[in-house]
């Protein structure tokens, strides 16, 4: 199995079936597990994520690290499509223009996700507290629209 399908299963087991599929973009997944940063995950539109550990330094918060993986659920394949640390300045791409693809930058985001998904369930995330919140429900309520 390639990394980009390990990285899919990893990724549906941490997240749950229910919101992995859910490609509206309406959701989010913070999981704690101390001692252990937070592990905050943003359903985005498209069927595509955002997973992160943030910490705070001179009162901003610091991505360390976070990704953006577009879920491909026909070939059940997890691309990475950015990569951003604050505390070491990389902010990295693997689509930095239309019809372009940095394929190094692709294989190594790939390669970091499949470590940092193993680690996370060697702390024990699979089973770490979960907060989800449906982001439509809370625009609604607020007076806007739900899509």
């Known amino acids: 199995m390639r990394t980009l399908e390990m990285n899919y299963d990893r990724l549906e087991r941490l997240i749950g079936p229910k919101l992995f599929r859910d ?3 309406t959701w989010y997944l913070r999981i704690e597990n101390p ?3 937070r592990l905050s995950i943003h359903g985005l539109p498209d069927d595509r994520i955002a997973l992160a550990h943030y910490s705070e330094q001179n009162d901003e918060l610091m991505a360390d690290p976070e990704m953006t993986v577009h879920l491909i659920h026909e070939m059940r ?3 990475p499509e950015s990569y951003r640390n604050d505390f070491v300045g990389v902010m990295e791409y693997t689509k930095p223009k239309p019809g372009f693809v940095n394929v190094q930058a692709q294989n190594g985001q790939s390669s ?3 470590r940092w998904l193993i ?3 060697q ?3 699979l089973k770490g507290t979960r907060t989800e919140k449906n982001l439509a429900d809370n625009n609604a309520a607020c007076g ?3 899509s």
Do not use: D, E, I
Request: charged fraction near 10%; glycine fraction near 20%; avoid cysteine.
């Open 112 to 114: 970091f996700l499949r």
């Open 119 to 121: 680690n996370l369930k």
């Open 123 to 125: 702390q024990g995330f």
């Open 35 to 37: 001692p252990y940063m």
């Open 144 to 146: 806007g629209t739900a």
């Open 77 to 79: 394949v997890a691309v």
């Open 23 to 25: 490609g509206s973009g």
